[in-house]
T-cell receptor, first 109, second 115 residues
Framework: GQNIDQPTEMTATEGAIVQINCTYQ??????LFWYQQHAGEAPTFLSY????GLEEKGRFSSFLSRSKGYSYLLLKELQMKDSASYLC??????????FGGGTRLMVKP | DTEVTQTPKHLVMGMTNKKSLKCEQH?????MYWYKQKAKKPPELMFV???????INESVPSRFSPECPNSSLLNLHLHALQPEDSALYLC??????????????FGPGTRLTVT
């Protein structure tokens, strides 16, 4: 089976840093994606990792360790608008995205 | 233009109705997708079209019938649905890059209610 695990909910303070972890066990690996989804809206792409290491894009960074089946999304200088669900998704083969359950992040003043 | 559009935004249908959901993109993407998302759950892949051919069907019941009339359009035909089919239906598109990076761009979705 395919297992992609993330914490269900996290709370953080405006201006702080938060790390959202994702562990996966899948048959096949063709890359790992992070998406942001605000309530009632479509998911929007944040980052992609296919090689081990850290990818940085502004306030967002994503890390991948393929040997450990582990990724994290790091959000810096949190803003209220960052309150959303964050979805870890593994591509098991081209076109085939399997999403984790998502982490609902609440940013408090 | 990085937009995927979907119509209608909301749809209420009875179990005996036939309706269609529509999706359009003008990014030149050659892969298009249908996902189903229930409340507080992640999206679940239903169908993938690659170069206008159905390449993945995730064992979706036949009451859902996809169609890709051309490289910019994707339809989902609905017939004899059940109340448990009520969900947000998301369309997405991506480049068809083989082993390369191919993030999916999602449309806003159609919120379907089956009565």
């Amino acid at each position: 089976g395919q297992n992609i695990d993330q914490p269900t909910e996290m709370t953080a303070t405006e201006g702080a840093i938060v790390q959202i972890n994702c562990t996966y066990q899948t048959s096949g690996f063709n890359g790992l994606f992070w998406y942001q989804q605000h309530a009632g809206e479509a998911p929007t792409f944040l980052s992609y990792n296919v090689l081990d290491g850290l990818e940085e894009k502004g306030r967002f960074s994503s890390f991948l360790s393929r040997s450990k089946g582990y990724s994290y999304l790091l959000l810096k200088e949190l803003q209220m608008k960052d309150s959303a669900s964050y979805l870890c998704a593994v591509s098991r083969r081209p076109h085939m995205l399997t999403f984790g359950g998502g982490t609902r992040l609440m940013v408090k003043p | 233009d990085t937009e995927v559009t979907q119509t209608p935004k909301h749809l209420v249908m009875g179990m005996t109705n036939k309706k269609s959901l529509k999706c359009e993109q003008h990014m030149g993407h050659r892969a298009m997708y249908w996902y189903k998302q229930k409340a507080k759950k992640p999206p679940e892949l239903m169908f993938v079209y690659s170069y206008e051919k159905l390449s993945i069907n995730e064992s979706v019941p036949s009451r859902f019938s996809p169609e890709c009339p051309n490289s910019s359009l994707l339809n989902l035909h609905l017939h004899a649905l059940q109340p448990e089919d009520s969900a947000l239906y998301l369309c997405a598109s991506s480049q068809d890059g083989g082993q390369g990076r191919y993030e999916q761009y999602f449309g806003p979705g159609t919120r379907l209610t089956v009565t």
